[in-house]
Antibody, heavy 119, light 111 residues
Framework: QLQLQESGPGLVKPSETLSLTCTVS??????????WGWIRQPPGKGLEWIGS???????YYNPSLKSRVTISVDTSKNQFSLKLSSVTAADTAVYYC???????????WGKGTTVTVSS | QSALTQPASVSGSPGQSITISCTGT?????????VSWYQQHPGKAPKLMIY???KRPSGVSNRFSGSKSGNTASLTISGLQAEDEADYYC???????????FGGGTKLTVL
């Protein structure tokens, strides 16, 4: 069955760029209709959608993060990635990747990876 | 501050029914039947429980149901069980500028 797995550094310094990758297994990232998204959850707080990408490279982002976010896709590796620039302590969170369905819901989620922003 | 408003907490006894509300605006919940609900146990990833307002994914108990009236969506859990104790989040499509917004989450306690 479809599985998603986040990977990347668990610690990032302030002002640097956070980089994460989501590897999709058990299915193709090039499946039509689906987008692939990133969602985060600060400690003790709620969920925040970051952005999503189609296998063709078409993206859409949360307007509040758009100036700092880049999401890309590598269909040859069945992966998509997140870059968040100029991070601060407020970007400390568990970051999830998920399959983003046409009805704008996320039906398959990765387990999440914790990223701490600290010097 | 989240775009969608949920009560911080709700509680109920085993066997009872509870409803969690999710209030948005005419730009999101009120304009689209694209509300989804997620259950999250501590330390775990969210799990989709309801999509497109009232549809249940395969494998989700029919004790979970979703509805909408105006700018407010609701998740009802009937026949409460201990395993239902978790955080619940609503989510809605919010148009082609904002796209996707979440509620702040509701902690369900089964007494």
């Amino acid at each position: 069955q479809l599985q998603l797995q986040e990977s990347g550094p668990g610690l990032v310094k302030p002002s640097e760029t956070l980089s994460l990758t989501c590897t999709v297994s058990g299915g193709s990232i090039s499946s039509s209709s689906y987008y692939w998204g990133w969602i985060r959850q600060p400690p003790g707080k709620g969920l925040e959608w970051i952005g999503s990408i189609y296998y063709s490279g078409s993206t859409y982002y949360n307007p509040s993060l758009k100036s700092r976010v880049t999401i890309s896709v590598d269909t040859s590796k069945n992966q998509f990635s997140l870059k968040l620039s100029s991070v601060t302590a407020a970007d400390t969170a568990v970051y999830y990747c998920a399959r983003h369905c046409p009805g704008d819901y996320m039906d398959v989620w990765g387990k999440g990876t914790t990223v701490t922003v600290s010097s | 501050q989240s775009a969608l408003t949920q009560p911080a907490s709700v509680s109920g006894s085993p066997g009872q029914s509870i409803t969690i509300s999710c209030t948005g605006t005419s730009s999101d919940v009120g304009s689209y039947n694209l509300v989804s609900w997620y259950q999250q146990h501590p330390g775990k990833a969210p799990k989709l429980m309801i999509y497109e307002g009232s549809k249940r994914p395969s494998g989700v108990s029919n004790r979970f149901s979703g509805s909408k009236s105006g700018n407010t969506a609701s998740l009802t859990i009937s026949g409460l069980q201990a395993e239902d104790e978790a955080d619940y989040y609503c989510c809605s499509y919010a148009g082609s500028s904002t796209y996707v917004v979440f509620g702040g989450g509701t902690k369900l306690t089964v007494l």
